[in-house]
């Protein structure tokens, strides 16, 4: 890096996840982290796995309420999620 160019860390951090092609595997992760967040701690309570797979989103439940209430709002879900992530990484919830 040149002298007197200073760039921010997260920066520097996307920069090296892109050369060593991580980049798409550390937006699932994220996803996966903001998923309480994003849904809220009651069904985030509720949630047994959540897994990344090719822009998808596999998310099972323990509760059958829950369950049919994300298959009604999963759109809307999908890009809550990208929105907080910064990038379009799911294409698809898919509700077991």
Same mark, same amino acid.
């Given at each position: 890096?040149?002298?007197?160019?200073?760039?921010?860390?997260?920066?520097?951090?996307?920069?090296?996840? *892109?050369?060593?092609? @991580?980049?798409?595997? &550390?937006?699932?992760?994220? /996803? %996966?982290?903001?998923?309480?967040? =994003?849904?809220?701690?009651?069904?985030?309570?509720?949630?047994?796995?959540?897994?990344? *797979?090719?822009?998808? @989103?596999?998310?099972? &439940?323990?509760?059958?309420? /829950? %369950?049919?209430?994300?298959?009604? =709002?999963?759109?809307?879900?999908?890009?809550?999620?990208?929105?907080?992530?910064?990038?379009?990484?799911?294409?698809?919830?898919?509700?077991?």
């Amino acid at each position: 890096m040149k002298e007197g160019k200073t760039r921010p860390i997260n920066e520097l951090v996307n920069q090296v996840l *892109r050369q060593m092609g @991580l980049e798409q595997k &550390f937006k699932e992760y994220e /996803v %996966r982290q903001l998923w309480p967040e =994003v849904v809220g701690q009651m069904i985030a309570s509720r949630t047994k796995s959540l897994e990344v *797979r090719d822009g998808r @989103l596999f998310v099972t &439940f323990t509760s059958a309420v /829950v %369950r049919n209430e994300i298959r009604m =709002v999963k759109e809307g879900l999908a890009k809550a999620l990208n929105d907080r992530v910064g990038a379009e990484v799911i294409y698809e919830i898919i509700v077991k």
